[in-house]
C-alpha cells in the first residue's frame, strides 16, 4: 500500500509549473506527446485483477472492495528516464460495458482511446505518494466509471524545469 502523504506538509515541494500539469484538462497522452515533440511510449508493468480500495469504491460510487482489472505502466516522453507512473482502476462492472476494451490496448495509451471524438465527465483529486504529486482522475466514459491515476515522476519534474513549455 502506498502511503499518502499531507498536500499541507508538502505544498511548498509544487513548482508552479507542475501544478499546471496537475490540473490541466484533456489529454495527458497528447500533452506529453507535445512536450516530447512527438515521441511518447507506453512500458506496461503489469495487470491484474484486484480489489478496489475502499476509497476508490466509495469515489466510484461502486459496491465495497469491488474487483477490478488494474493496469499499471510507466510513460515516456523524449527521455530514457519514465516520466509518470500509470494506474488504471476499472471496476469489473465497466468492464462489462465499452469499457471493455481497455483491457486490450497493450501499449497503446488509454487516452488515445479516452479523449476520441469525445470529452468524458471527469472528477478530479491532487495527493502526494512516496513517488511523487499524483493526479487521480475518476472518469465517466460511455456510462463505464473508471479512475486513471498519474504519478509524475522526478524525470518530469527536472524536465519542466528546463524546458519552458506550456500546456
Not at 83 to 106: D, E, T
Not at 148 to 158: G, I, N, P
Request: charged share 25%.
Amino acid at each position: 500500500m502506498q502511503k499518502i502523504q499531507s498536500n499541507q506538509i508538502q505544498e511548498q515541494d509544487l513548482t508552479p509549473e507542475l501544478k499546471k500539469w496537475l490540473y490541466a484538462s484533456g489529454s495527458l497522452t497528447q500533452q506529453l506527446t507535445d512536450l516530447a515533440d512527438g515521441l511518447f511510449t507506453v512500458e506496461p508493468i503489469q495487470e491484474k485483477y484486484q480489489r478496489m480500495s475502499f476509497m476508490d469504491s466509495r469515489w466510484m460510487r461502486m459496491p465495497a472492495y469491488h474487483v477490478a482489472w488494474v493496469r499499471e505502466s510507466l510513460l515516456y516522453g523524449c527521455e530514457q528516464q519514465p516520466w509518470v507512473k500509470a494506474k488504471s482502476i476499472f471496476p469489473v462492472l465497466s468492464l462489462q460495458k465499452k469499457a471493455r476494451i481497455f483491457k486490450h490496448i497493450g501499449k497503446k495509451p488509454i487516452g488515445r482511446f479516452l479523449f476520441q471524438r469525445t470529452t468524458p465527465l471527469c472528477e478530479r483529486r491532487v495527493i502526494r505518494l512516496e513517488e511523487g504529486w499524483t493526479r487521480q482522475s475518476c472518469y465517466t466514459w460511455h456510462g463505464c466509471k473508471f479512475i486513471v491515476q498519474e504519478t509524475f515522476l522526478a524525470s518530469f519534474e527536472q524536465y519542466i524545469q528546463h524546458h519552458s513549455h506550456s500546456i
